[in-house]
């Protein structure tokens, strides 16, 4: 039984979040006696190279119309690349688009669905964070087939010299099967994605106003992390809202958090208390925070957070 893994892609570029899916579903196939199979809609090259994260083959739809997201003909795409080779089970990132398609592909393939999986397929069950990652849940399926919403950050990819065959794939999909059209694309160069990154820098109203973002921004750059921001932050304009990480903003589960001058509420904590390695900077000792933080430095951040900047450029320089 193969297992078929959707390759969320941006530019012709596999997502971070598809090569954990990619590992993830050469495991679930290892164990389950298939192969992994990728399945890449849009332009891309260099896809052989997926092999690294276990997968034997990549279907390609070679088609600049799959360039950019439409959940509805993706949809479709997926589950006929599902029934022609026969997968029982699917692997989709739980990313924004994943999020997006994985139920419809459930509903497609009348197949039973865990969104935000965390573990691998053990004995039919799989176990998710619930409760703002308060605690873990395992799920059985009562279906034949299978959807995973693989959760970011939640396995260790080991990778290897093996490199995958690349086939095309031909879909029954149309120009009518798409539900949206667009029109432009505007991006923004040099930044991480905040999703993607392995550090987020992320500061709150500690910081007093929007002028002072400059050494939150330095400090990013010095560890190549991206920027992120509570929720009264954003409310109030001082920061956009897409950096706004939190129950009712992005989650994130990036190998190292940094909070600085952000008391800790439940809130914002239930979007990044999955992250591997939590950094809080506060001058309240009494900040919430800290009884989450992996490490707590109470002091002031205009005094403190120039220095770490110092210190990683010297850091750095001395490795170079």
């Known amino acids: 039984m193969s297992v078929l893994i959707y390759i969320d892609q941006s530019n012709g570029e596999a997502k971070k979040a598809s090569l954990e899916a990619a590992y993830y579903g050469s495991q679930v196939a290892a164990k389950e006696g298939g192969d992994a199979i990728g399945l890449f809609l849009g332009e891309g090259s260099g896809l052989e190279s997926l092999g690294n994260y276990g997968l034997k083959k990549v279907l390609q739809v070679n088609n600049a119309a799959f360039n950019n997201f439409d959940s ?16 029982k089970t699917v692997v989709i990132p739980f990313n924004q688009n994943g999020k997006s398609l994985a139920p419809r592909v459930s509903v497609k393939l009348k197949a039973g669905y865990v969104p935000g999986a965390s573990t691998l397929v053990d004995n039919g069950t799989v176990t998710k964070s619930v409760f703002s990652g308060k605690a873990y849940a395992t799920y059985g399926f009562n279906t034949d087939k299978k959807v995973i919403g693989l959760s970011a950050n939640s396995i260790q990819v080991q990778k290897s010299d093996t490199t995958a065959s690349v086939e095309a794939f031909n879909t029954s999909v149309s120009a009518g099967d798409f539900a949206s059209k667009v029109l432009s694309v505007e991006t923004v160069e040099g930044e991480v994605p905040l999703t993607e ?68 509420a439940i809130q914002h904590l239930a979007g990044v208390n999955q992250s591997k390695v939590m950094v809080v900077i506060n001058n309240d000792p009494e900040a919430p925070f800290f009884k989450a933080a992996d490490y707590g430095i109470v002091g002031d951040a205009f005094e403190v957070v120039p220095k770490l900047v110092e210190a990683v450029k010297q850091f750095k320089a001395q490795q170079s």
């Not at 929007?210 to 409310?235: F, Q």
Request: glycine share 14%.
């Open 72 to 87: 509805k003909a993706f949809t479709k795409v997926i589950a006929e690349a599902a029934e022609s080779i026969g997968a």
């Open 197 to 264: 990154a392995e550090i987020v820098v992320s500061a709150g109203r500690g910081l007093k106003g929007p002028e002072n973002w400059g050494m939150i921004e330095d400090l990013a750059h010095a560890l190549g992390a991206a920027t992120a921001c509570s929720r009264p932050v954003s409310d109030i304009g001082w920061r956009p809202h897409h950096e706004h990480v939190g129950q009712t903003g992005a989650t994130v589960k990036p190998n190292l958090y940094i909070a600085i001058g952000i008391s800790g």
